[in-house]
């Protein structure tokens, strides 16, 4: 089995989106598993509220387990979706924020502030945000098209 530092350095180098998947799903597995059985409880526990679209449940749930274990970054980003998903955009950002401090490297936590960076329409902000996932995988599927996309967008607001 590779380290959670192998995986990322062999996914920055991967051009395939199979093999992308695969290294990712690799990474989610190093991330999902916090290795105590009281937060595993919490995260399962919230991750089924959050399945089932209980967002309350489910923040309560990753709220305990980031209460037991500050330093985990996916008890942030699980709490951070539970909250996009209520539509609370603002606690959700400062959950990515906090997923980002403890895991720079978190792809999902870069994804979902993306995706609210997009219905902002944060052209600027949406573009540090793909550069820092480019940093991560530069053929992340549809990464380079969007990354054109976006600088044009900016080029022609620009003159």
């Known amino acids: 089995m590779s380290t959670l530092?192998?995986?990322?350095?062999?996914?920055?180098?991967?051009?395939?989106?199979?093999?992308?998947?695969?290294?990712?799903?690799?990474?989610?597995?190093?991330?999902?598993?916090?290795?105590?059985?009281?937060?595993?409880k919490h995260l399962e526990a919230?991750?089924?509220?959050l399945s089932a679209g209980n967002y309350t449940q489910a923040i309560t749930d990753f709220t305990k387990l980031?209460?037991?274990?500050?330093?985990?970054?996916?008890?942030?980003?699980?709490?951070a979706t539970a909250y996009y998903l209520r539509g609370e955009y603002r606690a959700s950002l400062d959950d990515v924020r906090e997923t980002l401090r403890r895991?720079?490297?978190h792809f999902g936590a870069l994804s979902g502030w993306a995706s609210m960076l997009r219905?902002?329409?944060?052209?600027?902000?949406?573009?540090?945000?793909?550069?820092?996932?480019?940093?991560?995988c530069p053929h992340w599927p549809g990464l380079q098209s969007q990354l054109r996309e976006l600088r044009d967008r900016l080029s022609e607001s620009e003159e």
């Not at 350095?9 to 105590?36: D, H």
């Not at 980031?66 to 709490?79: C, D, F, M, S, V």
């Not at 219905?119 to 991560?136: A, K, Y």
Request: negative net charge; proline residues 5%.
């Open 5 to 40: 530092d192998e995986l990322f350095v062999r996914l920055r180098e991967a051009t395939t989106p199979t093999e992308i998947e695969t290294l990712q799903n690799g990474i989610w597995q190093f991330w999902l598993t916090p290795g105590e059985h009281v937060l595993d």
């Open 46 to 49: 919230g991750m089924r509220a």
């Open 66 to 79: 980031i209460e037991l274990q500050p330093a985990y970054a996916e008890g942030w980003n699980k709490r």
């Open 103 to 105: 895991e720079p490297r």
């Open 119 to 136: 219905t902002l329409t944060d052209d600027r902000g949406l573009l540090r945000v793909l550069l820092r996932l480019e940093q991560l």
